[in-house]
Each structure stands twice: as C-alpha cells, then as structure tokens.
C-alpha cells in the first residue's frame, strides 16, 4: 500500500494529528496516574504540612484552602487546571516547586545527555564487532559479556568504579557534579560510564540483530558486488540505514534511562531531580513527587514521540506499513 | 513446527539437545543457590540479625567467612537469608505478571478486531511511559507497611507493583504468538474438522504459543529481583534491617574504601544469580527454535 503520493494514510496532516492524539492521550493518563499517587498517599496533606504539633483548626483552615474538603471529581478538575497553568504548589518547606525543579533540573539533563552519549558510544561498538563477527570466538564473549551486565545493579557498578577506579587513580570526583565546564565534565565521566554499563545490555542485543539485517540486505550485497568497500561501504551504505534501528531502540528505553538516571543521582549524590524525587517521596511531599514525576513522564513521551518522527523521516517506508 | 506442552516442560529438564550446556550451567549455578538457601540453618549461624558490637567490620576469619558489618552481623549469615528472600520475592513476582499478563493476552487474541486492537494500544502506552519512576513514588509515599500473612513488611507493595508493570509484556508476548499460530493450517483443519473451539485453544494453540513465555520467565525472575535490590537501594523497598541484596549494598556504601567485599558479594550473587536464570531461557530459546 502506499504507492499513490496523494493516499490519505500518508498524508503529512493526517499523520500528525494522529501523532498529536496520541500524546495527548499518554499524557491526559500520566496526569491521572500522577493524582492517584496523592490520593492513595497515607496521611492528610495539611497535617503532613503543619506538622503534628498544629491544633486541629488550623490543619481544618488549611485544608479548606488546599481544597482537600472538596470531592474528588472537584480536586481533580482544579489540578488539571492549575497544572494547564503551570502552577506546580509548593513543597512541604514552603519554597515553591518551580523554584526547586529549576535548581536542579540542569544538573538532570547533563546526565541525560552525558548517559545518552557514553552509552551509544559504548554499544554501537560492541554490537557493530559482535554482529560482523557473528558466531565467532569474539561475539560470544560479547553476549555473555552484556548477558551478565544485565543483571549487576547500576549502582552496585557505581560504587566499584569509585572503588577501583576514581578513589586509587583521584582522576575523578566520587560524588557531586562540578560547576566549571571542565570540571563539570570530568565529574560526568564516573556516572555517565556507569550508566552506559547499565544501558548497553538492553542496547547491544537488539542493536546487534539491526546490524546483522542491515549487513546482510540486499542493497549492501549490491554495492559490495560494485566494488564499493572499506569505508565508503560502511558509512554510505551500512551505518546511514543502521541509524534508524538505533534511534527508535533507544527512543523505546527512553523510559528505562530515566529511571538509571534517578538510580545515578542517588548513588553519585547528584542533586538532581531523581535523587530529589526519592528523597521527596520518602518525606511524603507529594507536590514535589507530582511535578517530577510528571517531567519524567512527559520527557519520556516527547522522547518516544521525537524518536518516531525521526525513524519515519530518516526511512519512508516506516511510515506505509 | 508442531510443539505440545508435554515439549515445552519436556524441553526444561533434558540435557541432550541443543543449548544444553547453556542450561546445564544455568542449572547448576541456580541449584547451587538453592541449596545454599535451603540449607540456611545449618551452613549459617542461623541468626542473620545478631549483632556482636565488639567485633564490628571484622575482616573475613574462619567465625565470619565474609567478615562483620558496621554492626557486627556476620555478613555470610546475611547473604544466605538475603538470597532466600530475593529469591522468594523473583518467582512471586515473576509469577503474579505472568498469570494476570498471560490471561490478558489470551482473552486479547481471542476478543473481537476493535478490543484487541485497544488492549494492545493500551499496552503500548502503558510501555513507553516511565512507570518505574511512578512506582518507586508510590513505593515511597505508602511506606513499607508491616507484615501481612506471610508477606515481611515491604513485601506486599513490591509484588503488587510488579504485576501492576509487569503484565504487559507477558500480554503482548502471548497475544502475539496467539495470533501467528491461529492462523495456522492445522487450527484452520481442527477447526473444519468440528473440534470445540475451547479443546482447540487449550489442546492445540496454548501448547504452542506458552514457549516463548517460558523464556521470558526464566529472564524475569532476574528481573524481578534486580527490581527489588533496587527499590531497596534507593529506600522504597524492603526495610535496610532486613537481610536483602540491595539493601546490604546500600548499608555498606560509607565503608566501601576499607571493607570493599561488603559491597562487592551482594551484587556479584545477584549477578550471578541473573546469569543463571538468563543461560536456561536462553537454551530452552535455542530448543525451541525451529
């Protein structure tokens, strides 16, 4: 199907609306999974907030101005509201959540990206050897290498590598992340490594399968039996339509990195948004766990939905089927 | 192309046909992990929750083959009652999803075009949003609990979240090999042939389509307690005074420069542990390959 340039399934508007409905869709349930958190958290908001000392009127004072009194149907259609208006609350301390997300939301992003890099620079390779020497000595190890990794807790992987490599060598810092850009950089380097060990398992099975159907298509066949080799062969022919698989694999673990990332912030003592999400959720500031929980949440659909558009620009024939 | 059940399980416990090393070592290394945990009261002292607060971070002796923690709990004794517990909690919570998630698929392939079509819409939103990011908020928020029948404190939630996550991709797996083998000839001829359709579901497609589910089962358990080593870690998951594998790993960070196996063993057994569990699905995969 697909042939005619006009069929209405291609049709760029129509592809994006449909597009746009599904993200409206992912994100109408996030908010709905994100208000049930605070309904089924234990405890009344307004006293977790005045503290256990607080007389029973003031806690009733606040909760009528926190609309706690109103019913449920009521809080949920003031929290969408509020939330359309970007008004996130305030945290158990008082200080306004922006405020908090916004501190703290920088050092969250260069892990995303530093995570990101590090772990394609890590599994490209690996998938590439282990799928061009496919059944050899070499792609066993590599498989099993990645099968064992699957299982080792990222932040177990983090504290040997402050262990064995950053304490002995001092070549990096074991906690925190530094403020000058060179220093910033080489405090990335311990989490974002740990990272891409924990990422490469999911990365390098999947992206080895990719390869080896690229290597062995049809239009590679063709330009190796013109002569085409080497380099010209790898990067025109090979890696151009490898690029895809890549990125929709790793716009499908999207959701999968960001929950190592709320595991690296707390084992590197990042204060980011994942360490902040947990210690939050643990002190039950529930405003604070709804605004991060729903960043996560919406990076990781706008991430999915990126790394679709992306597949379907870079290959035409994604989007017929 | 014609597998039954009686194959499937049958596939489990041969060791004369492909990827039988594969499984074989998986085999052995899980055996020897519930040997060790069966044998707890007698290859331990027993009691995983002594302290002896004059011999706190005592390097590995005869008394203590890994050495004490900050408390003077021998470490070994700890290990042992950690790996029956992360244990226990893997297959429970392998099995919960994979009950709920298998229903769904089945009564997906079965169901008319338009449900089938929203269950797995449904599913694959469900997949692409962070949900472990929205449990590890709500493991936080509820707290641990205390005990509930038999069910430690902390255990309850964990396994409820679980199957919560964890029934999608048995759903999708299942749904799908339900399909491929519907449309097969031989469905069609029993179907012709005025076999009952519920003999032809549970006699000839079920045995067939359960073969990749069993693979992923094998992978899950390692899965599932990975999760729970983690949640633990980050103080959602079982309370840190309870023996567990992430737990131990995480009470034993601040000592890490002088007394590294404290960190080092619990994370290797769960490597292991993972390892075993991963190379018998993956031979009883390279068995079920046509």
Redesign the interface.
Known sequence: MGFKAGNRSDHLAWRLGGWLA?LA??IL??VL??FV?TQ???GDAARLRLGPRASQEEVDVLRKQLGLDQNILVQFGSYVGRLARADLGTSINGEPVSEVIRQRIDKTWWLLVGTSVFSLALSFPLAWLSAYYRDRAIDHVIRFAV???????????G??L???LA?PTGWFPVAGLGSSPMELLRSLVLPCLTGAIAMAPILVRSLRSSLIEVISADYVTVARSLGIRGSALLFRHILRNALGPTIALFS?N???L??GI??LE?TFAIHGLGSQ??T???K?D?NV?QA??II??AG??LA?SCGDLVVRWLDPRQGSR | MMQTMRSNLHALFTLRERGSGKIAVGYAIIGLFVFTAMAAPWITTGEPARQDLLNRLAFPSFAHPLGTDQLGRDVWTRLVYAIQLDFRIGILGMLLPAILGSLIGVASALSPHWLDAAISRLAD?I????????F????????PGSDWGPFGPGELPILLGFTLLGWVVYARLLRTEMHRILAMEYIRAAITGGLPLHRVIIGHVMPNAVGQTLVYMCVDI??A??SL??LS????GVPLDRPEL?GM??AS?TV??SN?WL??A??AV??L???GL??IG?GLDDRLKP
């Open positions: 599904q869709f992912s349930i996030l999974i994100v958190l089924v958290a234990p099968l064992v990794a699957l299982f080792m807790p990222v932040f177990w992987i504290f040997l402050i262990r064995f304490l499908l999207v959701g999968y960001f929950f709320v595991i707390t999400l947990v939050a959720s643990i039950k529930v766990v991060i929980t996560f949440a990781v659909v999915n | 939103i997949i692409s949003l962070p949900l472990f990011v929205f590890l908020a709500l493991a936080g928020l509820l707290g390692g899965l307690i990975l080593a983690t870690f980050l103080g959602a992430g790993i995480s960070r890490i420069s590294w960190v080092a619990p994370g769960l490597a542990m993972g390892t991963a190379l993956d």
